[in-house]
C-alpha cells in the first residue's frame, strides 16, 4: 500500500509547488469532495487550506470530521 497525501487546495501556484515534491498526492479545492475520500482512502499526510475560495467551508472543517 502507497502513502497516499491528500491536499486540499484551491491555489493553482500552491498546487504546483506540492505537486512538484510528493508524487502520490490527491488533490482537491473542494471540501465535501476531501471528505469523501476521507471515508473511502487512509491517508499519511494531510495539508488543508485555511482560505479556501469556497468559505465558509475550508480546511479546518475537514480536520473537525478527523
Known amino acids: ?39 473511502v482512502y487512509r491517508y499519511a499526510t494531510l495539508f488543508l487550506d485555511h482560505d479556501l475560495f469556497t468559505d465558509p467551508k475550508v480546511g479546518r472543517d475537514v480536520a473537525k470530521l478527523l
Open 1 to 39: 500500500m502507497r502513502d497516499r497525501t491528500l491536499l486540499v487546495e484551491d491555489d493553482p501556484v500552491r498546487v504546483q509547488w506540492f505537486r512538484d515534491r510528493y508524487v502520490d498526492i490527491d488533490v482537491t479545492g473542494d471540501v465535501d469532495e476531501a471528505i469523501r475520500w476521507l471515508l
